[in-house]
């Protein structure tokens, strides 16, 4: 399955549930612009029936001032149409309206909750929309970020420990290990028009798709199977992408371990994407895509270990956000 297609149909249809919402709203007669801002975390609990039909369904569930938040579901279908046991993907996609004179924020149209689900659903993304403001304002203040606590700190310098004999004496290191730099792998092209949305600006699910292909043929090239797909970590698009775009991306693999669930091998996947203006000898990272995949046939993989502080910092960073998950 192209799951990284998947990714950017799923994209594309929250762009056209949010179109829809916003086209009764216009500056001058030109539409709003539409721009996904974040995905939600998008966890793989079983595998699409490729032998199926597949339904992907979307609804607006929430509206703040100038953004929504549209529920996407996926669902696998019997012959009769009907969809066959629940959504096996399920992910919200958060979109802002900008006005399309000054690129400001512009407000976008109410929502009448009719059932009590839909009410149900609007109060748990409007906790959501407060919990991810409190966060932003701080990621914000943080900008001087070093280690988080004693236990990130102590957990990063252990890792940098154990990389030394791979910088320091290769030849005498274990094999069981590897450095993260090692299985870094990276691609760049420009953005042509065919990958622009209505608005000019180069689709999120675009982005995603790209990515995930890097990522899956990092964990591919690190253990030697095809990987499958088990998450991709919340996203978040920080800066527009324009056409003629030289974009970069850059994938490593962050660290390995076992899922609690299969036993298997899983490792965690860092893309990151760069917008490279060589005229104006300048670039900015446009945003970090986090993806877990599983080596399906089990066994073991190598341990990767970071041999940077940058390194360290980020790997830890990465375990302790996904020390709440039941992978
Ligand atoms: C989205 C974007 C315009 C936000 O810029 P900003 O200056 O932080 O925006 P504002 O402070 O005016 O906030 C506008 C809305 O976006 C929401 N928002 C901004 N960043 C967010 C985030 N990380 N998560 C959730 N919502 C976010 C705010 O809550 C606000 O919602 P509200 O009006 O309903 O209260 C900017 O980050 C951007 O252009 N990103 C790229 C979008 C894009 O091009 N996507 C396609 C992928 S290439």
């Known amino acids: 399955m ?8 799923l994209d594309a249809l929250a762009g056209n ?7 009764g709203i216009s500056v001058d007669g030109l539409p709003v612009l539409l721009a996904t801002v974040t995905v939600d975390k998008i966890t793989m609990s079983r595998p699409g029936d490729l032998t199926k ?10 509206v703040g001032k100038s953004s929504m938040d549209i529920l996407i579901s996926v669902f696998s279908l019997d012959a009769q149409g009907a969809p066959v046991g629940g959504a096996w993907l399920v992910s919200t996609f958060t979109f802002v309206a900008r006005n399309p004179r ?10 009448i909750l009719e059932t009590e689900e839909e009410k149900a ?4 993304r ?11 304002k701080k990621t914000l203040a943080n900008v001087g970020y070093d280690w988080p606590d004693e236990r990130s700190l102590a957990i990063g310098n252990q890792l940098l420990q154990e990389a030394r004999p791979l910088i320091d004496m290769p030849a005498l290191a274990n094999g069981e290990s590897i450095l993260v730099s090692s299985t870094k792998l990276s691609n760049a092209f420009i953005c042509h028009r065919q990958q622009r949305n209505i608005y000019g600006r180069i689709f999120g699910g675009f982005l995603m798709r790209k990515a995930f292909e890097l990522a899956s043929a ?4 690190f253990c030697g199977v095809n990987p499958r797909f088990r998450e991709i970590d919340h996203v978040v698009f920080r800066k527009p992408v324009n056409v003629g775009d030289l974009i970069k991306l850059e994938s490593r693999v962050l660290y390995t371990c076992q899922s609690l669930r299969t036993l298997k091998p899983l490792m965690h996947v860092e893309v990151v994407v760069e917008v490279a203006k060589p005229e104006e000898r300048s670039s900015f990272v446009s945003n970090t895509f986090q993806f877990t995949f599983e080596k399906p046939d089990g066994g073991t993989v190598k341990r990767v270990l970071p041999a940077t502080l940058e390194e360290a910092r980020t790997v830890v960073k ?9 992978l």
Not at 2 to 9: F, K
Not at 17 to 23: G, P
Not at 218 to 221: M, S
């Open 121 to 124: 659903l609007f109060n748990e």
């Open 318 to 326: 990465r375990m302790e956000e996904n020390r709440v998950d039941d």
């Open 102 to 111: 000054t690129e400001g924020a512009i407000g976008v149209p109410g929502l």
């Open 218 to 221: 990092t964990a591919y090239l």
């Open 53 to 62: 039909d597949m339904k992907i369904s979307g609804q607006v569930i929430w």
């Open 2 to 9: 192209r799951v990284g297609r998947i990714l950017e149909d």
């Open 126 to 136: 409007q906790k959501n929309y407060e919990t991810t403001n409190q966060r932003r």
């Open 17 to 23: 549930v949010a179109t829809l919402h916003c086209s």
